[in-house]
């Protein structure tokens, strides 16, 4: 497996650098084995455990760039690509053995992700999730309670219903949605409303968001996901969430608002929020170094 040719375009130094950093590990479930992409930095420390940072809807662990390098100065960190995602493989028998409708799925994604730290890290985490990375972290702790320690959701989704565009993706709408995400203009508005600064909209930024783009199968492996309706409908599961966990939101996040932020602490058993002031929907890349500390400054206080 390797990136796309256009990754040969990358201009920012934590961009080249991740892109250099990136690796496979045959990742095996019952079914048979799904190439998964992934980064690990920084020492592993005694006592300490790892950093797991998850990433958003339809993106990759390039979300990761600038706030890797800042965790790995004090901690290992791994940054990893969802099953059906980012840069992992689509074409693994894995994939074509069910009905397309059953291929990528929340059980499909949350048995991925428990195979990788069984095999890959080979200890609990500190699990980190962005968006709906979020989700996949709070659905993935109530079934695997001894492979989280401690959670970080990051503008995180759950609360929100499952979209109702997953009832009509039947072809052709289907390819036609897909397709649609897939357009320049469109992905470029989501970045613009994603961010408070519009000056980190620029075309490294636009091109780390879209390089998962041009991956096999990426369009199937979409329509399935969207189809098994995801990460809506949490507040049941989040509410039976154990581990400490640290909401942290951007202010003026416009793509998901503000006002789920305190619902999460307030459903959650062990919940704490903290805003990050002048900040959109993707601390880790806006506000990578505050993001950083709070994380680590969470850890050492709830361990």
């Not at 095996?28 to 950093?51: D, H, K, R």
């Not at 929100?160 to 039947?170: D, K, Q």
């Amino acid at each position: 497996m390797r990136l796309p040719e256009s990754a040969a375009g990358l201009t920012e130094e934590t961009s080249i650098a991740i892109a250099e950093s990136i690796q496979w590990a045959d990742v095996v479930l019952p079914q048979g084995a799904i190439a998964t992409s992934y980064v690990v930095q920084g020492e592993a420390q005694p006592g300490q455990a790892p950093l797991l940072l998850l990433h958003g809807f339809d993106s990759s662990l390039f979300e990761f760039r600038r706030l890797v390098p800042l965790l790995a100065k004090r901690r290992q960190v791994y940054a990893m690509d969802l099953c059906g995602f980012g840069f992992c493989d689509r074409t693994s028998p894995v994939m074509q053995t069910r009905q397309p409708t059953d291929t990528v799925n929340p059980d499909l994604i949350r048995q991925h992700l428990a195979a990788f730290c069984e095999q890959v890290i080979g200890q609990p985490v500190v699990i980190v999730g962005a968006s709906m990375g979020g989700g996949v972290a709070s659905d993935f702790s109530v079934f695997h309670t001894a492979l989280v320690q401690i959670i970080v959701l990051l503008d995180a989704v759950g609360f929100a219903p499952a979209p109702v565009i997953g009832r009509f993706m039947f072809s052709p709408l289907d390819k036609w949605a897909t397709n649609f995400l897939r357009s320049p203009k469109v992905r470029r508005k989501i970045s613009e409303n994603a961010y408070f600064d519009k000056s980190f909209v620029t075309p490294d930024a636009e091109l780390c968001a879209s390089l998962h783009l041009e991956m096999p199968n990426r369009q199937e492996a979409l329509i399935a996901f969207t189809k098994s309706r995801g990460y809506g409908g949490l507040a049941e599961k989040i509410a039976q969430v154990d581990a400490k966990t640290l909401v942290l939101w951007g202010r003026q996040d416009r793509i998901l608002g503000a006002k789920d932020a305190p619902r999460f602490e307030k459903t959650l058993p062990d919940g704490t929020l903290r805003w990050v002031e002048e900040c959109g929907h993707v601390p880790h890349l806006e506000k990578a170094a505050a993001t950083a500390e709070a994380i680590l400054s969470f850890e050492a206080v709830a361990l």
